[in-house]
């Protein structure tokens, strides 16, 4: 066990190390982005601040060591009304499965997809259209696998295949993510643990760079009647790399722990796009209804002026969860949850599990 703790308290160090190391004259000039949204109603209900013991197949988004925080399997959709009125949607669909006859590990698959909608297409010689329509492609799939050393270390993985296109033009790319989570009390049941903290390293991976015929023209010589087709290089970017370090804790209002508020903070360093202090507060009651709430705090965001986030800070959503069978671990769930932004109306996300 205190071998267990050292690398805990090692990584927690070498974490909050790369955490003030940020440089401010890189925000702004990462790509692939969308790994930054969060698709799923639950955690997004407070904003991600339940890192430090966020289960099943959300925590595929945040920490990969929650997957094995399921009794057996969790199948997981959701629909994302991204910046209500703008007409883009984010379909996701996640599983996840316990593996190994003691069941200390968990294998995960997780889809995120992008609709667009249709665009008008455009080219040089009809500027305005009227020769048909194109939807971009946004998509990327995660793997993942969680072990459990011990009833208070977890750790896991996933590997990320991250892709984007337009008909004639396509960039792909890979990411890892890897996290921790650590419990410090540990009694009988599970739900008892009380203190947790996580920390998750995400989107390291390669550089993506575009590349299709998109980016190629046809040209004649002056005077000459060769034509030749020249390929217009797209520059690279790197991938938005972050650290999420979290704690919880767990309050039992009665006796008989029918009702629990949950408080949660995660600290993010970003290294393209300002750090972010997540504070989140959660009520359960008997874990069948919960309603949560979060603020991401950042340099601007309370002044409109001077705010660079298209999110203004605050979140909110709710859960609930129906027992089915002889199990109690048995539930169908729906989840939902709302984040304000400053233009548009918001961004809406809904939700629905089966834990089994």
């Given at each position: 066990?205190?071998?267990?703790?050292?690398?805990?308290?090692?990584?927690?160090?070498?974490?909050?190390?790369?955490?003030?190391?940020?440089?401010?004259?890189?925000?702004?000039?990462?790509?692939?982005?969308?790994?930054?949204?969060?698709?799923?109603?639950?955690?997004?209900?407070?904003?991600?601040?339940?890192?430090?013991?966020?289960?099943?197949v959300?925590?595929?988004?945040?920490?990969?060591?929650?997957?094995?925080?399921?009794?057996?399997?969790?199948?997981?959709?959701?629909?994302?009304?991204?910046?209500?009125?703008?007409?883009i949607?984010?379909?996701?669909?996640?599983?996840?499965?316990?593996?190994?006859?003691?069941?200390?590990?968990?294998?995960?698959?997780?889809i995120?997809?992008?609709?667009?909608?249709?665009i008008?297409?455009?080219?040089?010689?009809?500027?305005?259209?009227g020769?048909?329509?194109?939807?971009?492609?946004?998509?990327?799939?995660?793997?993942?696998?969680?072990?459990?050393f011990?009833?208070?270390?977890?750790?896991?993985?996933?590997?990320?295949?991250?892709?984007?296109?337009?008909?004639?033009?396509?960039?792909?790319?890979?990411?890892?993510?890897?996290?921790?989570?650590?419990?410090?009390?540990?009694?009988?049941?599970?739900?008892?643990?009380?203190?947790?903290?996580?920390?998750?390293?995400?989107?390291?991976?390669?550089?993506?760079?575009?590349?299709?015929?998109?980016?190629?023209?046809?040209?004649?010589?002056?005077?000459?009647?060769?034509?030749?087709?020249?390929?217009?290089?797209?520059?690279?970017?790197?991938?938005p790399?972050?650290?999420?370090?979290?704690?919880?804790?767990?309050?039992?209002?009665?006796?008989?722990?029918?009702?629990?508020?949950?408080?949660?903070?995660?600290?993010?360093?970003?290294?393209?796009?300002?750090?972010?202090?997540i504070?989140?507060?959660?009520?359960?009651?008997?874990?069948?209804?919960?309603?949560?709430?979060?603020?991401?705090?950042?340099?601007?965001?309370?002044?409109?002026?001077?705010?660079?986030?298209?999110?203004?800070?605050?979140?909110?959503?709710?859960?609930?969860?129906?027992?089915?069978?002889?199990?109690?671990?048995?539930?169908?769930?729906?989840?939902?949850?709302?984040?304000?932004?400053?233009?548009?109306?918001?961004?809406?996300?809904?939700?629905?599990r089966?834990?089994?």
């Amino acid at each position: 066990m205190k071998k267990y703790l050292s690398l805990v308290i090692i990584i927690l160090l070498i974490a909050t190390n790369c955490g003030l190391a940020g440089n401010p004259d890189r925000v702004g000039q990462a790509g692939a982005t969308e790994l930054l949204i969060n698709p799923w109603a639950r955690s997004s209900g407070w904003y991600g601040a339940n890192t430090s013991f966020i289960s099943g197949v959300e925590a595929m988004r945040f920490n990969p060591a929650g997957i094995i925080n399921v009794p057996t399997s969790e199948f997981l959709f959701a629909r994302t009304i991204w910046l209500s009125g703008a007409d883009i949607f984010i379909n996701s669909f996640g599983f996840v499965t316990s593996v190994g006859a003691t069941e200390t590990g968990a294998l995960g698959i997780s889809i995120m997809s992008f609709d667009f909608g249709d665009i008008e297409i455009t080219t040089v010689d009809q500027p305005e259209g009227g020769i048909g329509t194109y939807s971009p492609s946004f998509t990327n799939i995660g793997v993942s696998y969680a072990h459990k050393f011990s009833d208070r270390i977890r750790t896991g993985a996933t590997l990320r295949i991250i892709s984007e296109s337009i008909p004639d033009a396509k960039a792909m790319g890979v990411a890892i993510d890897a996290g921790i989570q650590y419990v410090t009390d540990v009694g009988g049941d599970e739900d008892k643990q009380r203190t947790k903290f996580g920390i998750s390293l995400r989107n390291v991976g390669t550089p993506m760079r575009f590349n299709g015929d998109g980016l190629a023209r046809r040209g004649e010589f002056e005077g000459e009647d060769l034509t030749l087709t020249v390929d217009t290089r797209s520059a690279s970017f790197e991938l938005p790399t972050l650290i999420n370090i979290g704690i919880s804790q767990d309050f039992y209002l009665d006796a008989s722990e029918k009702h629990k508020i949950t408080g949660a903070a995660t600290f993010t360093s970003n290294s393209f796009s300002n750090d972010q202090y997540i504070l989140g507060l959660q009520y359960s009651w008997k874990n069948i209804v919960m309603l949560r709430g979060g603020f991401a705090f950042e340099k601007g965001i309370l002044n409109a002026e001077s705010r660079v986030n298209l999110y203004t800070g605050p979140s909110s959503g709710f859960s609930v969860n129906l027992p089915f069978g002889s199990e109690k671990d048995k539930t169908f769930a729906v989840d939902y949850s709302y984040r304000f932004t400053e233009y548009f109306s918001g961004t809406h996300t809904f939700g629905a599990r089966i834990v089994f």
